[in-house]
């Protein structure tokens, strides 16, 4: 079966331009997370969405960021008016249970605001 | 607020000596902890994890270390290999939650 997929794997984009990334979750997996990951940190957490319920945005920097799940599958998440240091890998997981078990990461989009 | 403190940064072991990565915490309603590898433009992937009832875990050449009283764990990596060269992450999860805090990663190169 897929893993985790995300797209585009690379996005270059132009201070204050808005970007769209893409999740999408292994199938059947009720649990999606987005992370950030900046150079030389770890990954910091930014939404959770779990089946049909309200998500967690506790992790959301700023009111520029913003994430929608679909029929409760792909994830899109949308940064608006980029600066540079929104520059960082965001990372998408997923896990097959509420909050619980292994989380599966995508390989990342990896974004660079100029 | 760096929730897991993760050391050292970066580690360099002669193929087959033993890799140890060690992490610590102050929230003591974690009580799930993994490590995850991540290779160069992949993403991380579950290696080994563990829940604070046992003060050990292995599997194959990686073992989880776990001290309550102390709030740390370490991860050792046996007979390292160049092929386990790689970011390591260590993190931690509360009870009954869902968002992962990591630290902010060790990397390490195994020469041949």
């Known amino acids: 079966g897929a893993g985790v997929s995300q797209s585009p794997s690379n996005k270059v984009t132009e201070k204050g331009k808005d970007v769209e990334l893409r999740c999408d979750p292994i199938?059947?997996?009720?649990?999606l997370y987005w992370y950030r990951q900046s150079l030389g940190q770890g990954l910091e957490f930014l939404i959770y969405?779990?089946?049909?319920?309200?998500?967690?945005k506790s992790g959301l920097p700023s009111d520029r960021f913003s994430a929608e799940r679909t029929g409760g599958s792909v994830s899109t998440l949308t940064i608006q008016r980029t600066q540079q240091e929104d520059s960082a890998v965001y990372l998408c997981?997923?896990?097959?249970?509420?909050?619980?078990?292994?989380?599966?990461f995508g390989p990342g989009t990896r974004l660079l605001v100029l | 607020q760096q929730q897991v403190k993760q050391s050292p940064q970066s580690l360099i072991v002669q193929k087959g000596g033993i890799s140890i990565i060690n992490c610590a915490y102050e929230n003591t309603a974690f009580d799930y902890f993994p490590w995850y590898q991540q290779f160069p433009g992949k993403g991380p992937a579950l290696l080994i994890a563990?829940?604070?009832?046992?003060s050990e875990k292995k599997e194959g050449r990686f073992t989880i270390s776990f001290n309550k009283s102390a709030k740390q764990f370490s991860l050792h990596i046996m007979d390292s290999q160049p092929g386990d060269s790689a970011t390591y992450f260590c993190a931690a999860r509360r009870e009954a939650g869902y968002a992962l805090n990591f630290g902010k990663g060790t990397s390490l190169l195994v020469t041949p």
């Open positions: 563990i829940r604070p009832d046992v």
């Open positions: 199938s059947g997996h009720t649990a």
């Open positions: 969405f779990q089946g049909n319920s309200a998500p967690d």
């Open positions: 997981a997923s896990s097959p249970g509420q909050g619980l078990g292994t989380q599966y």
